[in-house]
């Protein structure tokens, strides 16, 4: 089966600071990979299409300054939270997208910031 | 815009009675639905998944049924584990992008 990784599981950070957040794709390789939040109790809500090679695309009302998607390989895409604040205290989760079968989406185990 | 909707929160079954989960959605260019199970601090796990051209797949204790007409779908787990027990999202692809419903809680007791 396809296998997506993120790193960390878990950051804990002060307000003001910024976050990296890795996706990996093991083992195939992702042109195109996701990045979800979701907030307790609620739904996985889509932020942004990250295109290797080129500029993420944002769903509306996502700020890109605020949030940097790097895709530099086809098997690394890395989500940037900057200047955090505790409002972006969510799950973050990745996906990568790969065109065999129905699933065409495989998810990362997620990471859990908190900002204080 | 919620595009796909679980109106049931939550859901309690007993092992080895039939589980239904209902998802509603609205727009009629989705070309695939998914379910997945989903643990708190973990990622989505894909359980099955229907083409908009069909109405019915089965996998195991998994069946998804489609109404295109009704833009509704509905998944039921038969029997119910007591393994089952987890978060269970709808998914919808448009144009590679997936839209969630807000899951429903599903608690299998013993």
């Known amino acids: 089966g396809a296998v997506v990784s993120q790193h960390p599981s878990r950051v804990i950070c002060k307000s003001g600071t910024s976050v990296k957040i890795e996706c990996r794709s093991l083992d195939f390789q992702a042109t195109t990979m996701f990045w979800y939040r979701q907030f307790p109790k609620q739904s996985l809500m889509l932020m942004a299409t990250?295109?290797?090679?080129?500029?993420?695309?944002?769903e509306q009302g996502v700020e890109k300054d605020k949030f940097l998607i790097n895709h530099a390989s086809l098997t690394l895409s890395t989500l940037t939270v900057t200047s955090a604040h505790p409002e972006d205290s969510s799950f973050y989760i990745c996906?990568?997208?790969?065109?065999?079968?129905?699933?065409?989406?495989?998810f990362g185990p997620g990471t859990r910031l908190l900002v204080l | 815009d919620q595009q796909v909707k679980q109106n049931s929160p939550s859901l309690s079954v007993q092992e080895g009675r039939i589980s239904i989960l209902n998802c509603d959605y609205t727009?009629?260019?989705?070309?695939?639905f998914l379910w997945y199970k989903k643990y708190p601090a973990e990622g989505p796990t894909f359980l099955i998944s229907i083409s908009s051209i069909k109405d019915k797949n089965e996998d195991g204790r998994f069946t998804v049924f489609l109404n295109k007409s009704a833009k509704h779908l509905s998944l039921h787990i038969v029997p119910s584990q007591p393994g089952d027990s987890a978060v269970y999202f709808c998914a919808a692809r448009g144009d590679y992008k997936l839209s969630f419903g807000a899951g429903t809680t599903v608690t299998v007791r013993a």
């Open positions: 990250s295109n290797e090679g080129s500029k993420a695309t944002y």
């Open positions: 996906s990568a997208y790969r065109d065999r079968g129905p699933e065409t989406q495989y």
């Open positions: 727009n009629s260019m989705f070309d695939y």
